[in-house]
């Protein structure tokens, strides 16, 4: 009896292959004109399935369940060469989040471009909704390269104790769509909260480096060691909350003046 239900199981995969094929290029259209919120997840079902046995047979059996699908899952949450989530920048990849909801888009439950690497918080904020519009769909990793342009900016707010605002600071040649998106990621993932409470902890760690340049070198030398710090990270990732976080030191007098003793 298991053997006839596996192989009416095969054929109804098989029969659907040209479907999900379909399905995933339209899924990639639509992310490529921005209208990934205007998808209807009846495009997305899958011919004599159920979306539940679909994501049942498909993801979790055949993809997480089996070595040589286990296989094609490792090797897409190794996709980032860090090992940090994309999404937050900060994370250590644990799982792979279905940038669609995989219930309600079974067509697109193994598709490589719904597959994205995430840490554990990650993947628990996001959840399983749908976006509102445009201006509410998270950042793809894989269709949105932001990071070639400067985006990321903090500010030291409060020196007793030190807490650095950071915000999203885009640049004057995108576009007003893509700048609500990553202004909702931002606000979606709590990166100001994750990047601050960050950037507390670099200055416990440098705050006797940094009381020692004070000392021999005045706020110039402190100053030029946070500097030269930003720039060597920055060069790295250029919106990445370490190297932004530096920099922003850099540029407040007080903090270079010995505010970080407090």
């Known amino acids: 009896?298991?053997?006839?239900?596996?192989?009416?199981?095969?054929r109804l995969l098989q029969a659907a292959s040209d479907t999900v094929e379909a399905a995933g290029e339209r899924f990639r259209q639509s992310a490529r004109r921005g209208t990934v919120h205007e998808l209807s997840s009846a495009q997305f079902a899958v011919p004599g399935i159920s979306a539940g046995d679909a994501v049942r047979w498909v993801y979790e059996n055949g993809m997480v369940g089996t070595r040589e699908g286990r296989a094609v899952y490792e090797r897409i949450m190794g996709a980032p060469a860090d090992e940090r989530c994309p999404l937050c920048g900060h994370g250590a990849v644990r799982t792979l989040d279905h940038f669609l909801p995989k219930k309600m888009f079974?067509?697109?439950?193994v598709d490589p471009l719904n597959l994205v690497p995430a840490c554990a918080d990650c993947n628990h904020t996001k959840g399983e909704g749908m976006p509102s519009g445009a201006e509410t769909t998270p950042l793809h990793p894989y269709l949105d390269r932001i990071d070639h342009d400067p985006w990321l900016e903090a500010r030291v707010v409060d020196s007793h104790p030190l807490w650095l605002d950071f915000f999203v600071s885009p640049?004057?040649?995108?576009?007003?769509a893509l700048i609500a998106r990553t202004r909702h990621h931002f606000a979606l993932f709590g990166l100001a909260r994750l990047f601050a409470i960050q950037a507390?902890?670099?200055?416990s760690g440098i705050r006797r480096q940094l009381t020692e340049l004070l000392h021999t070198g005045g706020k110039d030398v402190v100053r030029a060691y946070l500097r030269e710090e930003a720039d060597t990270r920055l060069a790295d990732r250029l919106n990445g909350w370490e190297g932004v976080t530096y920099r922003a030191l850099a540029r407040d007098d007080a903090f270079c003046n010995g505010a970080f003793s407090s």
């Open 1 to 10: 009896m298991r053997s006839t239900r596996n192989v009416q199981r095969r």
């Open 106 to 109: 079974p067509a697109l439950c």
């Open 171 to 176: 640049p004057p040649q995108w576009d007003p």
């Open 200 to 203: 507390n902890r670099t200055v």
